[in-house]
């Protein structure tokens, strides 16, 4: 209701400010959780490209979605306009790179998961990138095309923009767990072994006072008979 009567211009605006105001809520959620410090190397790239590059690739497709439908609409590009259109365009392309390396890097450090990482998000938003740059040359100044069309199509990208993302937490999440369960059978194992060292060096310990206060028992007692002008006795320390 509150954008009911609101122009083209003004629903894209503050769409664009909800999506980025998700972003920055995610970006602390994932902050707070502590996986930006992940030590081991698949769990890491895999929540990089997750949770970091995928978060900005699907809300940059967002705003070049709304923005170029406008344009297409309208019959005519702005210079503003065109520039931010590349722009969006240039960040979706180099975040999908670095996305892309990020989950290759996945790959390379767990090779079981491979059957499970999805990675159709960047050949369907390259297609979209490349429809884009094809109604959208630069230098133009007034353009025609499908606009439902390219609404159909920028909402396919999105969707496997996000089933993929889907799908990938689920397996950071399989990984997480697992990588717990052999971390606690680590901590029972080290905790066994450490039980066992203390009573192995408790056991030592006792033989060792034993052995020794036996015999200064033993020597007491003959030391005593010796003084006593007992010389007979055989001094025997065990």
Partial sequence: QALSGATPAQIYETMTALSRSIEALLGDVTDQSGLALDPEMATYYLMNATLVRAPDVIRHTGELRGLSVDVLRAGRIEPAQAAKLAELRTLIGVTLAQAREDLSK?????????????????????????EMDR??????????????????????????????????????????ERREARLLTELWINLSITAAGLLLALFLAMGFYRSMFGGFRALRRHMLSISMGDLRADINGK
């Avoid at 159709?120 to 979209?128: D, H, I, K, N, S």
């Avoid at 040359?137 to 993929?164: F, H, K, W």
């Avoid at 993302?165 to 999440?173: G, R, W």
């Fill in 106 to 130: 996945v790959v390379a450090a767990e090779p079981e998961a491979t059957q499970r990482l999805v990675q159709a998000a960047p050949q369907a938003t390259a297609a979209y990138l490349a």
């Fill in 135 to 176: 109604l959208f040359p630069v230098g133009a100044s007034s353009v025609q095309g499908d606009d439902e069309a390219l609404v159909r199509m920028a909402n396919q990208t999105l969707a496997t923009q996000y089933r993929q993302v889907d799908a990938n937490l689920q397996l950071l999440d399989s990984l997480l």
